[in-house]
């Protein structure tokens, strides 16, 4: 018998996983150049962003909470007072809660320029912002002033009113107790502080400093706002300044201690304060030499 011819053997195969054929991975898309500066830009421009203050409603709009004061919002908002008051016909000063005032457009984002100026704020534009106050200082505020004490010396030298008798008691009684914000003689800008500037709360009462006749009762004197002029019988004029309502009129004879108006921030008040000024025949003298 033939012998079989043994058949060959199969050659052996690599293991199957050798001979696996990886399909093409999809390369990534390339990413903008600076895409990650980008977002990191931004997410430490929102870390550091300056959240908006409490009340703030839209971009241009402020909602007054308790506590408020137009002067603490002029700071919230980076607006000046006297921008704030002139956009919402305020001439008192007298806010109430719930109520929505306007902010004068480009002052809302200040705060927020000026916390961001080391992630890339525009020095410009951040400079041009602070210099705007001090254009208002240097044009406005000296010639009111200026104008103002003109139409006092006036008045207290124009009026023929006679006072009534003195109580005798020698020196004159505070107007209101409060702190003292701005001493006779100190200056805003060119302008001269005739008197004293007494902060305290709107709505605080004002009281006569001596007996005396009304010469002047009424809002015509464009810094003071609404003031009270009191003529007494040793010559001396008092005035007292930046009232939010008067509760007295010209000719009328006054006590010492009487309440004659009530404190706001009338004229170019920047805060409820009273601005009080003692005169001798017209001229001003520091009041805290006829204080009690």
């Known amino acids: 018998m033939r012998q079989p011819i043994p058949s060959e053997p199969e050659p052996q195969r690599e293991p199957q996983e050798r001979l696996a054929v990886l399909r093409d991975t999809p390369r990534p898309k390339p990413r903008p150049q600076g895409a990650e500066t980008s977002n990191a830009t931004a997410g430490t421009n ?12 839209a971009s241009g709009s402020y909602t007054v909470v308790s506590g408020d004061t137009l002067y603490g919002i002029a700071r919230k908002t980076g607006a000046s007072v006297a921008n704030i008051k002139a956009a919402n016909g305020l001439s008192d000063g007298y806010l109430r809660v719930g109520q929505t005032l306007a902010i004068p457009s480009g002052n809302v984002s200040q705060p927020t320029q000026v916390a961001n100026a ?143 108006a009530l404190s706001g921030m009338s004229g170019s008040a920047d805060r409820p304060k009273l601005h009080f000024e003692v005169r001798k025949d017209a001229t001003p003298v520091n009041p805290s030499g006829y204080l009690e």
């Open 46 to 57: 929102s870390a550091s962003q300056v959240p908006s203050q409490a009340g703030t409603g």
């Open 118 to 260: 080391s992630s890339g704020v525009d020095r410009t534009t951040t400079s041009a912002t602070t210099r705007e106050p001090a254009q208002v200082v240097k044009t406005s505020a000296p010639q009111a002033a200026s104008s103002t004490q003109t139409q006092v010396a006036a008045v207290a030298t124009q009026s023929r009113d006679v006072a009534p008798d003195s109580t005798g008691i020698g020196k004159l009684r505070w107007p209101v107790r409060g702190r003292i914000v701005s001493n006779f003689g100190s200056t805003s800008g060119s302008a001269r502080n005739d008197g004293i500037d007494i902060a305290v709360p709107a709505g605080t009462p004002v009281k006569a400093a001596e007996n005396g006749v009304v010469i002047y009762a009424g809002d015509g004197l464009k810094e003071f706002g609404n003031t009270v002029l009191v003529r007494h019988d040793n010559g001396m004029v008092t005035v007292y300044g930046h009232a939010s309502a008067l509760r007295v009129k010209r000719g009328e004879k006054v006590r010492r201690g009487q309440e004659i």
